[in-house]
């Protein structure tokens, strides 16, 4: 099995710990590693301002009919493809 765990450095504690502890078996030895998460800006502090205009542009978009809509086959067709492949 293998998963990605994204996490605050705030949020680590023993809970994570023992989270991560029952996803896998007892003595089972895992691999560990740690590198900065790429949130492709996505996660960026805005205004207030910042947010409404944002949503106010995805509103008009979305009323101009400018918007893009996949299956879910079709998504994951595309995200392997932007991803490498992985």
């Keep these: 099995m293998q998963t ?6 705030s949020d680590l504690d023993v809970d994570f710990v023992k989270a991560i502890k029952t996803l896998f078996k007892h003595n089972q030895e895992i691999e560990i590693t740690v ?4 949130d492709f800006g996505l996660n960026k502090t805005e205004t207030k301002q ?3 205009d944002r949503l106010k542009k995805s509103i008009k978009n979305a009323e101009a009919g400018n918007i893009i809509a996949f ?7 595309v995200n392997k493809n932007l991803l490498g492949k992985r």
């Design 4 to 9: 990605v765990l994204k996490i605050k450095v």
């Design 35 to 38: 590198s900065p998460a790429n």
């Design 50 to 52: 910042e947010y409404i």
């Design 71 to 77: 299956t879910d086959k079709e998504f994951e067709t």
